[in-house]
T-cell receptor
C-alpha cells in the first residue's frame, strides 16, 4: 500500500522568505502527484498537478518538482506572504485504480 | 453552478437520527469520492465510485452507506452514528484515466461539517 509522508508537520516563517515543503512516497509506480492547499474548516484547493512523466510544474510563486525514482516531491513557495498560511497536502495517484493517497500535511504560518 | 457542491455545509444530529450528505459535480468527471477528515489525522478514503470500479474502505462502519445514482451525484447516508464520527466529510471528483492527462485533477467540494451529539 502506498504511504505518503510530509515533512515538516508544521512550519513558521517570516514574510518574504522562500520555503520548501517536502512530500515522500513509498511506491514509485504513480500516475500523478497533486499538491493542495486547505484553509481551516474548508475543502481542499488544487495548486499543482505533476504527471509521472514530468519533472516540475509552476504556477505563479509556486513550483512543484517530482523525482519519481526516489519517491519525492517538493513544493517551493517564493516570497511567502501571510495569505499563504494554510495546510498544504500532497496526494499520489497510483498507476492503477482511482484512489489517491494523501500525506498528513504541513501546516504553514507566515508571520507578517 | 460549477465545480463540486456539497450540502449541507453543517449538520448536527443525534445518535438515533438518519440523515444524508449530498454531493454534486458539474465538471463532467466520472469518478467520485467520499473522504473523512478528523483532527490531526490524514484524509481517510471512505468510498470511490467510477465507471471502472467501486471501492470501499473495509474499515468504514456499516452505519455509513454510499449511493451513486449517476456520475454527477453522490450521497452518504448516515444512521445511528457515534460521537467519534464527528468530522469534516469531503466529496471529490476526478476524470478517469481515459481523459486528457492534463485534466486528471482531483477536485474537492467545500465539505460537510458533521457533529454527532
Amino acid at each position: 500500500k502506498q504511504e505518503v509522508t510530509q515533512i515538516p508537520a508544521a512550519l513558521s516563517v517570516p514574510e518574504g522568505e522562500n520555503l520548501v515543503l517536502n512530500c515522500s512516497f513509498t511506491d514509485s509506480a504513480i500516475y500523478n502527484l497533486q499538491w493542495f492547499r486547505q484553509d481551516p474548516g474548508k475543502g481542499l484547493t488544487s495548486l499543482l498537478l505533476i504527471q509521472s512523466s514530468q519533472r516540475e510544474q509552476t504556477s505563479g510563486r509556486l513550483n512543484a518538482s517530482l523525482d519519481k525514482s526516489s519517491g519525492r516531491s517538493t513544493l517551493y513557495i517564493a516570497a511567502s506572504q501571510p495569505g499563504d498560511s494554510a495546510t498544504y497536502l500532497c496526494a499520489v495517484r497510483p498507476d492503477t485504480g482511482n484512489q489517491f493517497y494523501f500525506g498528513t500535511g504541513t501546516s504553514l504560518t507566515v508571520i507578517p | 453552478e460549477t465545480g463540486v457542491t456539497q450540502t449541507p455545509r453543517h449538520l448536527v444530529m443525534g445518535m438515533t437520527n438518519k440523515k444524508s450528505l449530498k454531493c454534486e459535480q458539474h465538471l463532467g468527471h466520472n469518478a467520485m469520492y467520499w473522504y473523512k477528515q478528523s483532527a490531526k489525522k490524514p484524509l481517510e478514503l471512505m468510498f470511490v465510485y467510477s465507471l471502472e470500479e467501486r471501492v470501499e474502505n473495509n474499515s468504514v462502519p456499516s452505519r455509513f452507506s454510499p449511493e451513486c445514482p449517476n456520475s454527477s451525484h453522490l450521497f452518504l447516508h448516515l444512521h445511528t452514528l457515534q460521537p467519534e464520527d464527528s468530522a469534516l466529510y469531503l466529496c471529490a471528483s476526478s476524470p478517469d484515466r481515459r481523459g486528457p492527462s492534463g485534466a486528471n485533477v482531483l477536485t474537492f467540494g467545500a465539505g460537510s461539517r458533521l457533529t454527532v451529539l
